[in-house]
């Protein structure tokens, strides 16, 4: 069964920092790509970062760069989105997915993924 389990949501004020987390199982986790979406309510899901399966191409989305740092640890299956200076505006579920890809690039965020984790949400107080 292939599992990705979001983890390290919660509140927080602005200009603060959060580090999610991402452990995948099930599926040969260092021949994909992950990648981290957020949804707001009432919005539509939006790609905020991603990474190559050997992580040596990263893209991020403009609202957040600069400020998020995606990574991952392929000894461990598992992907990380550092989250600094955060905003209100970012407050959303977060979530993270794998794309059997070898390149990642900003579009690649809008290819549909093949695996999704349940979210964890992320709060920002003003």
């Known amino acids: 069964e292939v599992l990705l389990m979001e983890g390290g949501g919660g509140l927080v004020q602005a200009g603060g920092s959060l580090r999610l987390s991402c452990v995948a199982s099930?599926?040969?986790?260092?021949?994909?790509?992950i990648g981290w979406f957020r949804q707001a309510p009432g919005k539509e899901r939006e790609g905020v970062a991603a990474?190559?399966?050997?992580?040596?191409?990263?893209a991020y989305a403009e609202s957040v760069k600069g400020r998020f740092t995606i990574s991952r640890d392929n000894a461990k299956n598992t992907a990380y989105l550092q989250m600094n200076s955060l905003k209100p505006e970012d407050s959303a579920i977060y979530y993270c997915a794998a794309l059997y890809t070898i390149l990642v690039v900003r579009s690649t965020l809008e290819e549909q993924w093949d695996y999704w984790g349940q979210g964890t949400q992320v709060t920002v107080s003003s």
């Open positions: 099930g599926f040969a986790f260092d021949d994909y790509a």
């Open positions: 990474i190559s399966l050997n992580g040596r191409t990263i």
